[in-house]
C-alpha cells in the first residue's frame, strides 16, 4: 500500500468518525429538546403565551363592540344593551358584547372579557354557575 492510499485510507476513517459524531450529536440534542418540551412547566408556559397571543389579536379585533358595550352600560342605555348578543358564559360570568345574532351573521364566537379584564372568545353557551 502506497503513502497515498494510506493517507487517503485515514481521511476516509476520519470523515466516518465526524460524519458519526455529528449524527450523534444531533440525535443527543433531539432527545434533549424533545424532553425539555414535554416538561409540564414548558407546555403550561406555551399555553400562556398562546392564550395572550389570542387575548391580543380578539382585543384589537373586537374592541369596537367592548366600547361600544361599555358605553351603553355607562349611560344605561337599555336599547343598546338589548340590542347584544344573549350569549354569556357561567365560567367567567360574562356576556358576549357583539351583536345579537352574530353566530350566524357574522360567523364569530361569543366574545367578552374575564374578570381580569382579558378578552376570552367561547363557542356555545355554557349554564351560569358552569
Do not use: N
Not at 21 to 44: H, K, M, W
Not at 98 to 115: F, I
Not at 124 to 129: E, F, K, L, W
Amino acid at each position: 500500500m502506497s503513502t497515498d492510499e494510506h493517507e487517503a485510507g485515514d481521511q476516509r476513517v476520519r470523515d466516518a468518525v465526524r460524519r458519526h459524531a455529528r449524527t450523534r450529536a444531533f440525535a443527543e440534542a433531539e432527545d434533549v429538546i424533545s424532553a425539555v418540551l414535554s416538561d409540564p412547566g414548558v407546555q403550561e408556559a406555551r399555553e400562556r403565551v398562546e392564550r395572550a397571543e389570542m387575548g391580543m389579536e380578539l382585543g384589537a379585533r373586537l374592541q369596537p363592540f367592548q366600547d361600544r358595550y361599555d358605553q351603553a352600560v355607562a349611560e344605561g342605555d337599555a336599547g343598546g344593551l338589548a340590542g347584544l348578543c344573549a350569549g354569556k358564559h357561567g365560567r367567567w360570568g360574562r356576556i358576549c358584547v357583539l351583536p345579537d345574532g352574530h353566530e350566524t351573521s357574522m360567523e364569530e364566537p361569543h366574545w367578552g372579557r374575564t374578570s381580569e379584564g382579558r378578552p376570552i372568545a367561547w363557542v356555545g353557551s355554557a349554564p351560569d354557575g358552569w
